[in-house]
């Protein structure tokens, strides 16, 4: 995939509408987010426990953050769950599928490539994440690995894969993709996001938490983030500016704060 022998088809598919997200009021000195699916955050009490991954499929080595957009929104497209990430070799990739073992994930790969939506590709086993590995040995500490990986995408460009190409880029996006590179398939919504999970107090805030955001007012969900302690979160503001990190406290944020959730 590194020759890119995918771009014709990408330029013509990669037509992005980055709405999901609005720059802010006059009054206001941070990006505020808009949600496709919106509920009342007063009903987060069905809490579940997230699923681990299964054999999944990596395809691409892009260097252009674009590009591995554009194969993302064409498998997606085609209705492939996809995700495009930072891979920690500096190159952008694009994963897909959740198959119980390797040959079931092989027969989509060989298919996809068949019909040319994709070239080379590789599989990743459920062994090879953080979440699988750790449950495993006894070893390690996933909560330091979300944040690690949340860190890994600071200062990119905010360009991360909404519920459609239709409805544009979300910053739920960032949430999910970090869960899911560490074998945990968190849903790409933010809504979902926020009434699946845990309640969690402020104070009671641990590493990998996701904190929830009313930016549009009242006390429905906008804005989500991911905690990485001391008081600051990483997000992905909107289309335009870069994954960074806010605080807590900051007075944007703290008038507009939802909740903390927790899925470990």
């Known amino acids: 995939m590194r020759g890119l022998s995918m ?16 720059a802010p009021a006059p009054n206001e000195n941070i990006d505020q987010i808009l949600e496709k699916a919106l509920r009342n955050p007063e009903s987060a009490d069905n809490s579940v426990q997230l699923q681990k991954l299964g054999f999944t499929i990596q395809v691409g080595a892009f260097s252009s953050q674009s590009n591995a957009l554009g194969l993302e929104n064409l498998l997606r497209g085609q209705g492939i769950d996809a995700y495009s990430f930072l891979h920690k070799s500096g190159l952008y990739k694009v994963r897909f599928g959740d198959h119980e073992n390797h040959a ?20 990743v086993a459920p062994t090879e994440h953080s979440a699988s590995r750790i449950e495993r040995t006894g070893k390690g500490d996933l909560r330091a690995e979300l944040v690690s990986t949340a860190s ?3 200062g990119v460009p905010y360009a991360w894969g909404g519920e459609s190409v239709r409805n544009g880029f979300d910053c739920s996006g960032l949430t999910m993709v970090v869960y899911r590179l560490n074998g945990l398939n968190l849903p790409r919504n933010s809504a979902w996001q926020f009434d699946h999970g845990r309640p969690v107090a402020r104070r009671e805030l641990k590493l990998g938490d996701l904190v929830f955001f009313a930016t549009n ?19 992905a503001p909107r289309p335009g500016r870069k994954v960074s990190v806010a605080k807590l406290s900051n007075s944007y944020f703290r008038k507009r704060f939802l909740g903390g959730r927790t899925y470990l």
Do not use: E, W
Not at 9 to 22: D, E, N, V, Y
Not at 106 to 121: P, S, V
């Open 217 to 235: 007012g009242g006390r429905r969900v906008s804005h989500v983030g991911m905690y990485i302690g001391d008081d600051r979160f990483i997000h």
């Open 152 to 154: 890994r995408f600071l």
């Open 104 to 123: 079931m994930a092989r027969r989509q790969a060989l298919r996809l490539k068949k019909n040319g939506q994709i070239d080379d590709f590789f599989i």
């Open 7 to 22: 771009l014709n088809k990408l330029s013509i598919l990669f037509l992005p509408l980055l709405i999901a997200c609005t």
